[in-house]
């Protein structure tokens, strides 16, 4: 079946600019979560939604970082008024089950993710 | 918290001799554990996971880890390396009372060399 999925594959901007990143999980999963992958932080968390509760937005870097996930599918990643450390390999994934205390589906499977370049 | 330790960020090893990649973790609870593969410009792919049942577990490509709760290690072996194995790897620890957040080491490039 279809994996997970994210567009685009590569953004290149200009510093200061607003980026939007798309993720497209796998159908009838619920659980979605951004990571970051950088040379100098190696993969790091950055927000995770797990059906229609509150996300856990704990590892967020800064205020400019947002995200939604609409209809409990889709999910964008909005970087306002971009640095050039944000530059960075932007992944999604997503799980069947999110929370603790049941049967142990918590297998994240990851898109390709979108390389994000800021000058 | 949890944490993970690889503790060689590359190993070299000749096609066809044993690949051994080392992690060592810490956590609180009950970890899940899982090792990732990513080739050049791919996305990550699942190895194999644990999750409390065998401490042997098998992935696929002829790799496998062992879970020792003693010396809190989840090593990632295969007997006979393949030229198609060079990636990078990644052990990452499963955090069950936060979401399933995964928190990954930092990786170990394994090359593979003719």
């Known amino acids: 079946g279809a994996g997970v999925s994210q567009s685009p594959s590569n953004k290149v901007t200009e510093k200061g600019k607003d980026v939007e990143l798309r993720c497209d999980p796998i159908s009838g999963h619920t659980a979605l979560y951004w990571y970051r992958q950088s040379l100098g932080q190696g993969l790091e968390f950055l927000i995770y939604f797990q059906g229609n509760s509150a996300p856990d937005k704990s590892g967020l870097p800064s205020d400019r970082f947002s995200a939604e996930r609409t209809g409990g599918s889709v999910s964008t990643l909005t970087i306002q008024r971009t640095q050039q450390e944000d530059s960075a390999v932007y992944l999604c994934a997503s799980s069947l089950v999110g929370g603790s205390g049941r049967a142990m589906t918590d297998t994240q499977y990851f898109g390709p993710g979108t390389r994000l370049t800021v000058l | ?114």
């Open chain 2, 1 to 114: 918290a949890q944490s993970v330790t690889q503790l060689d960020s590359h190993v070299s090893v000749s096609e066809g001799t044993p690949v051994l990649l080392r992690c060592n973790y810490s956590s609180s609870y009950s970890p899940s554990l899982f090792w990732y593969v990513q080739h050049p410009n791919k996305g990550l792919q699942l190895l194999l996971k644990y999750t409390s049942a065998a401490t042997l577990v098998k992935g696929i490509n002829g790799f496998e880890a062992e879970f020792k709760k003693s010396e809190t290690s989840f090593h990632l072996t295969k007997p006979s390396a393949h030229m198609s194995d060079a990636a990078e790897y990644f052990c990452v620890v499963s955090d069950r009372n936060a979401g399933n957040m995964l928190t990954f080491g930092g990786g170990t490039r394994l090359m593979v060399k003719p």
